[in-house]
């Protein structure tokens, strides 16, 4: 089974820290995204990456930053942590080209606080 | 841009009682349609997914969807609930975004709960 691995499910900041959330998958897969789910709001993109050193700006990306230096492994970055951005991040990853229809594979998700 | 509607938030039913979870989506294109589903605790997970052929498409825990293009929609349906199948369901469309890329666009979710 293809594994998506977010290294922190909990995570307490305080505002205006900087906070990394990681994401590792195992079946080499092209594509990697990252969203943030907020109740009544669904599943919104952050950023998504279809290859390394690549990144493109999803529907919400205002406030984060990504980081894709190895295939397996796409980070997001709050440079300045804030209240409003205390939700659940879920990390996914899908196989093929980026222009095709790909099922999305997702992590557990990371709990993000912000104080 | 494409978006995606789920009219209902929150769904209780009796178990044996039947499903049907509305989705509608607004692009005029082609599209490829999911439904994901979030159990207590667990990974959001594929629930069925439609790309083309057959409009009716069955997918795992015996739900079904139906695609109708002339009505942009792509309801869920189960003949009979189980208590297991608390969860929140989610729609997803997947349509062409800028720079020829896929992108994935979810509806808000519904959380069903069933009671036994």
């Not at chain 1, 980081?67 to 796409?74: A, G, H, L, Y």
């Not at chain 2, 608390?86 to 896929?102: D, H, K, L, M």
Request: charged share 20%.
């Amino acid at each position: 089974d293809v594994k998506v691995t977010q290294s922190s499910r909990y995570l307490v900041k305080r505002t205006g820290e900087k906070v990394f959330l990681e994401c590792v998958q195992d079946m080499d897969h092209e594509n990697m995204f990252w969203y943030r789910q907020d109740p009544g709001l669904g599943l919104r993109l952050i950023y998504f990456s279809y290859d390394v050193k690549m990144k493109e700006k999803g529907d919400i990306p205002e406030g984060y930053s990504v980081s894709r230096e190895k295939k397996e492994r796409f980070s997001l970055i709050l440079e300045s942590a804030s209240t409003n951005q205390t939700s659940m991040y879920l990390c996914a990853s899908t196989k093929g080209p980026p222009s095709g229809a790909n099922v999305l594979t997702f992590g557990a998700g990371s709990r993000l606080t912000v104080l | 841009a494409q978006s995606v509607s789920q009219h209902n938030h929150h769904v209780i039913l009796s178990e044996a009682a039947s499903l049907e979870l509305g989705c509608n989506y607004s692009y005029g294109g082609t599209v490829n349609l999911f439904w994901y589903v979030q159990y207590p605790g667990q990974h959001l997970q594929l629930l069925l997914k439609y790309f083309s052929g057959d409009p009716l498409v069955k997918g795992i825990k015996g739900f079904e969807a139906e695609f109708i293009k002339s009505k942009f929609s792509f309801n869920l349906r189960k003949p009979s609930v189980q208590w297991s199948d608390t969860a929140e369901y989610f729609c997803a469309v997947n349509a062409p975004g800028s720079g020829g890329y896929q992108k994935v666009t979810f509806g808000t979710g519904t959380k069903l709960q069933v009671i036994p």
